[in-house]
C-alpha cells in the first residue's frame, strides 16, 4: 500500500507539468527556491552573519526578480519540515508554485526527510478545484481532503485510502498540500480558507502549506500560516534550464526531423539574448515553442500568441476556448463584484457547498495563465462586468483586464478601486507594459505615469521596485534609459534604485554611471552598486570589485567580497585569491566573501584562517563565520511568536508602568507604540500587525504613510501591503 501511494504520486508529479507531452518532470526541473520576509524583532529568530549586507534589496513577494538576481538567501520546501509552522507560499501566475508543491511531494515520496523521530512524512497533495466542502462544521476535514486526491490513485487502493492517511495523521506523519487557491475568486476562495482553519482546529498536529496569489491570501495571516515567496529565474537557472530541455530533447523521439544538436546550441543563445524578466511558465513555452520551429520576435506576447496551440484540445478551437473561458470568469466575477470580505461567509446559505471556480479536470489541463490570455482576446470593453475583471484581489480576473489592456488600450482610462494609498490603479496598468505590442500612445499614457513615481524620492523604494521591474520587462521601453536617468540622480534613493536596476541590464552595457557609486558614503547605494557589478560579470565589473576589496575602506571591502562571492567564475576565483593578501582587512573582507559563496572549499580556508591566521581581527571572523554556517539554515521561517512574548513590547509596556496579558491589551499597546514609540519601536509595531493584522491599526498606518515618516516607510509600505490582500476590512 505504502509502495504504491507512493508510486502513484511520483507518477503524477512526473505527469502534472505544462511540458509532460514531451519530459518527465525531473528532466527539466529548476529546483524552486523559497524566501522568508525580513524580520527584526522576534526573540525566535537568530542573527544572521553581517545581515545587514541584504538590506539593499527589497524583498518582495510579487516582485521578487531582485531577491532572485541579487542571490537573497533562500531555502527549499522541506527545509522548512523541521519547523512546526504552516506556509502559504505566494506568487504570481507562472511563477512555479505548483511545481515548488510538486517537487516537494516527489521529495517525500522518495524518502529524502524523516522527522526527529525518524518517521518518514508523506504529502497529501489536494487542488482546491477538486475540493467539495460539506456545511456541515463536525464532519471529518482531513476525510474531505482524501477525496479530493482520489483521483491520484490506482482504482485498486482507494478504498484503503481514508484509514491509511488517517494512520498517517495519527502519527504526525502527514502534510497538507493545498494548491490552486490562486485560482479562485475572493468569495470562494474565503470558504476554502476557513475549511482550512477547521481543518487546523480537528488536526493541529499536522502541516499545511497552501499557495496562494499574490493578489489575495484571505485569513490565512491570522490563521497562522506565515507567508513566504518563491524566487524568480535569474540567468544561472535559465542557463541550466536551457541546457536541461537540449538533453531532455536529444533524447527524446520529439528530436526526430527538428533541429540538430548545433542548431540547438544556437536556440538557446538566442533565447538568452533576445528574452528577459520571463516567468518560469513563459520561459518553458518560450524553448518549447523555439524548438518546435516556431519563430518567436522576442516579446513575451509572442510567446503567449503562439504558446496558446500547445493546448491540447482537439475538439475546439482556440475561439472556443476562448469564448469558454471568458464566460468562466465572468460567471465567476459575480461572486466579486459585490464583495466585501468576511461578509460572504456569514451570508452564505448554510446547505450550500462549495463549488469550484474551474469546473472540470478538462478545464485544470490548461494552465490558468493561458486561460486568461484566451479569455482576453474575446474580450470586449464595453461588457458591463469588465470592472469585476480587474478586482486587485482576483488573480485570474486581473490577470486577464492586464492582457485586455494590452490589447485594447482604450482600458488605459479604467478606475480601479484603491483603498490604501499603494499605487495600485497605476501598477495593474504598468503590468500591461510587457505584453503591449506597440510603443502607443497607451503605453505613453502609462509610462508618464510610472516615470512620476519612479522620480519621488518621499515614496517606498519597494514600491517603486514593482514598477521599475515592470519596466524593464516590457520590450517597448528602452529600460537602460530609464538606468541611466536614475543613475544620474543626485538623490540616495534614486541612485540605489538605478544601481539595483543596472543588473536587469546586457552585460554589453557600459559601466561608466555605476562607478562613481562605489565612492557613495551611504551604504545602500555601494552595495547595490557593487552587486550589480558582479551581476554585469564583465571584465572591467571584475576589475573594480577587485580594486574595492584591496583599496576600498572597510565596508566597501566586504561588500566588493560579498558582491564577488556571487560571481561563480572569475569572482570566486578572486576570493580565493584574495583570502592570503597581506593586508588583514582584505582577509576578513574575503571571510564574509566566503560565508556567501558557502561551498566545502570555504570551509577549510576558514578552519584554517580560525586557527592560523596572524590578526585577531581575521581570526575571530573566521570563527563566527564558521559558527554561522554549521548552524542550521536561519533564513527559514518559524511561526511568528505571540504579541505578549516580544521582548520589545514587553519592555514598551513596562516603561509607561503597564504590563502585557496575553488576549488582553497587547494590540491597545501596539497602536500606543505607533503613537508615542521611539522609531526603533514603532517599526517593531509595524512588523508585528504585519504577522498580527487587526483592523484598529490600519487608520494609525495609513496616517504614517506620509513623507514625515520617510524613516518608517519601507516597513509601512510592506505591511500595508499584506493588509490590502488579506480579509481585513477599514
Known amino acids: 500500500m505504502d509502495i504504491q501511494i507512493r508510486k502513484d504520486l511520483i507518477q503524477f508529479c512526473q505527469k502534472n507539468h505544462l511540458a509532460s507531452d514531451l519530459f518527465p518532470l525531473d528532466d527539466v526541473l529548476i529546483e524552486p527556491r523559497m524566501f522568508s520576509l525580513p524580520v527584526q524583532n522576534d526573540p525566535k529568530r537568530v542573527i544572521q552573519f553581517d545581515e545587514q549586507s541584504y538590506a539593499f534589496i527589497p524583498i518582495l513577494p510579487d516582485f521578487p526578480e531582485f531577491a532572485s538576481i541579487y542571490q537573497y538567501p533562500d531555502f527549499h520546501l522541506i527545509d522548512t519540515l523541521t519547523n512546526p509552522i504552516n506556509l502559504v507560499l505566494m506568487g504570481k501566475l507562472g511563477s512555479g508554485k505548483t511545481t515548488a508543491l510538486l517537487d516537494l511531494t516527489l521529495r517525500l515520496c522518495r524518502g529524502e526527510f524523516s522527522d526527529q523521530n525518524n518517521l518518514a512524512i508523506l504529502p497529501l497533495y489536494v487542488h482546491c478545484a477538486q475540493l467539495q466542502i460539506p456545511s456541515a462544521s463536525d464532519q471529518d476535514t482531513l476525510e474531505v481532503f482524501i477525496q479530493a486526491s482520489k483521483h491520484l490513485f490506482s482504482k485498486q487502493i482507494q478504498r484503503r485510502l481514508s484509514k491509511y492517511f488517517h494512520n498517517l495523521a495519527k502519527n504526525k506523519s502527514l502534510i497538507i498540500l493545498l494548491d490552486g487557491l490562486d485560482e479562485l475568486p475572493p468569495p470562494v476562495a474565503d470558504q476554502v480558507i476557513l475549511f482550512t482553519s477547521r481543518f487546523q482546529q480537528q488536526y493541529p498536529q499536522l502541516r499545511m502549506i497552501v499557495s496562494a496569489s499574490v493578489n489575495y491570501i484571505g485569513d490565512l495571516i491570522n490563521g497562522g500560516f506565515v507567508p513566504i515567496g518563491i524566487k524568480s529565474w535569474n540567468s544561472k537557472d535559465v542557463h541550466t534550464f536551457l541546457e536541461k530541455w537540449r538533453n531532455a530533447w536529444i533524447k527524446s523521439s520529439h528530436s526526430e526531423s527538428k533541429p540538430t544538436t548545433e542548431n540547438l546550441i544556437l536556440i538557446n543563445s538566442w533565447i538568452l539574448q533576445v528574452f528577459q524578466l520571463l516567468t518560469p511558465l513563459e520561459w518553458v513555452l518560450a524553448t518549447w515553442l523555439m524548438y518546435n520551429g516556431n519563430l518567436l520576435n522576442g516579446t513575451p506576447i509572442s510567446i503567449l500568441d503562439n504558446g496558446v496551440k500547445l493546448i491540447k484540445q482537439t475538439s475546439k478551437s482556440t475561439d472556443e476556448l476562448a469564448k469558454i473561458y471568458l464566460d468562466q470568469l465572468l460567471n465567476d466575477s459575480l461572486e466579486t463584484k459585490n464583495y466585501r470580505g468576511k461578509g460572504f461567509i456569514e451570508t452564505a446559505k448554510p446547505t450550500q457547498k462549495f463549488q469550484s471556480a474551474t469546473p472540470s479536470l478538462s478545464t485544470l489541463e490548461v494552465h490558468p495563465l493561458l486561460r486568461c490570455f484566451l479569455a482576453a482576446q474575446e474580450f470586449q470593453p464595453s461588457d458591463q462586468n469588465y470592472g469585476s475583471l480587474a478586482n486587485p484581489h482576483w488573480a485570474l480576473g486581473l490577470q486577464t483586464f492586464i492582457f485586455a489592456l494590452a490589447k485594447q488600450e482604450q482600458l488605459v482610462n479604467s478606475q480601479i478601486v484603491e483603498k490604501y494609498h499603494l499605487f495600485t490603479e497605476s501598477l495593474i496598468k504598468a503590468l500591461a507594459l510587457k505584453y503591449m505590442r ?22 517606498s523604494l519597494n514600491l517603486r521596485s514593482k514598477f521599475l521591474i515592470t519596466i524593464a520587462s516590457s520590450p517597448v521601453v528602452d529600460t537602460k534609459s530609464v538606468i541611466e536617468f536614475l543613475l544620474r540622480s543626485k538623490d540616495p534613493t534614486l541612485l540605489h534604485l538605478g544601481a539595483l536596476g543596472f543588473g536587469l541590464l546586457p552585460q554589453a552595457t557600459s559601466i561608466e554611471l555605476l562607478m562613481p557609486l562605489l565612492e557613495n558614503p551611504i551604504p545602500n547605494v555601494f552595495i547595490a552598486a557593487s552587486n550589480a557589478l558582479a551581476v554585469n560579470g564583465s571584465s572591467k565589473s571584475i576589475d573594480a570589485l577587485t ?4 583599496n576600498g575602506h572597510e565596508r566597501l571591502q566586504i561588500a566588493a567580497a560579498q558582491a564577488l562571492a556571487i560571481h561563480p567564475q572569475q569572482g570566486q576565483a578572486i576570493l580565493a585569491e584574495a583570502i592570503h593578501h597581506d593586508n588583514p582587512s582584505v582577509r576578513k573582507a574575503c571571510v564574509y566573501g566566503l560565508v556567501r559563496v ?40 518559524n511561526s511568528p511568536s505571540p504579541l505578549a512574548e516580544l521582548n520589545w513590547l514587553i519592555q514598551f509596556a513596562a516603561s509607561r508602568g503597564l504590563g502585557v496579558s496575553p488576549s488582553g491589551n497587547e494590540e491597545e499597546l501596539i497602536l500606543l507604540a505607533l503613537k508615542e514609540g521611539n522609531i526603533d519601536q514603532k517599526i517593531s509595531a509595524i512588523e508585528a500587525i504585519l504577522f498580527h493584522p487587526f483592523e484598529t491599526a490600519i487608520p494609525e498606518l495609513l496616517s504614517l504613510m506620509t513623507p514625515s515618516g520617510s524613516e518608517l516607510k519601507e516597513y509601512l509600505y510592506l505591511t500595508v501591503w499584506f493588509i490590502s490582500i488579506s480579509n481585513l476590512s477599514t
Open 598 to 637: 558557502n561551498q566545502p572549499w570555504c570551509y577549510e580556508l576558514l578552519e584554517k584562517l580560525a586557527i592560523e591566521d596572524s590578526h585577531w581581527m581575521v581570526k575571530d571572523s573566521a570563527s563566527s563565520a564558521l559558527e554561522f554556517l554549521n548552524s542550521p539554515n536561519t533564513w527559514i521561517p
Open 547 to 550: 580594486n574595492s576589496l584591496v
Open 438 to 459: 506597440t510603443n502607443s500612445e497607451g503605453t505613453q499614457t502609462i509610462l508618464r505615469e510610472c516615470a512620476k513615481i519612479l522620480s519621488s524620492p518621499n515614496l
